[in-house]
């Protein structure tokens, strides 16, 4: 039999051997933005990439719009590859948005247009092509 001080350095050298699947910590909430009676947000538990505008009053969804799309290494694990959106600012009738990976985007109120102003429209991980 195996003394007891033994076996708790054995089991304690497996815990140390064995992998650990990292996994990403959930993104942190982007505050809503409040114009012209409209509140803007961005709901992580649904898409990557997505802002909803909701009136204020009457609570309806007024649009969901997409600003980016994600774009997945089936290789690698997709908690890694996430990209949430990281801050919302309003003026002169448009939105600027930034994401993880420090790209930029606007989006125009009035048509819902997005303009890259930094980075690309499909986020993905680096080596993809």
């Not at 001080?5 to 140390?16: R, S, T, V, W, Y």
């Not at 990292?22 to 709901?43: D, M, N, S, W």
């Not at 774009?71 to 002169?92: H, K, M, W």
Request: net charge positive.
């Amino acid at each position: 039999m195996m003394p007891m001080g033994l076996k708790m350095l054995a089991i304690g050298g497996l815990l140390l051997v064995t992998p650990v699947h990292a996994k990403r910590l959930p993104p942190k909430p982007v505050p809503p933005i409040v114009a012209e009676g409209v509140k803007y947000t961005v709901p992580h538990d649904v898409l990557m990439g997505l802002v909803v505008a909701t009136d204020i009053k009457s609570r309806t969804v007024l649009w969901q719009r997409q600003i980016y799309a994600v774009r997945f290494n089936p290789d690698i694990e997709q908690d890694v590859q996430a990209c949430y959106i990281t801050s919302l600012a309003a003026g002169s009738g448009k939105l600027t948005i930034k994401n993880e990976r420090g790209n930029v985007y606007e989006l125009f109120l009035k048509t819902l247009q997005v303009q890259t102003k930094v980075g690309g429209s499909v986020v993905q991980w680096g080596g993809m092509k």
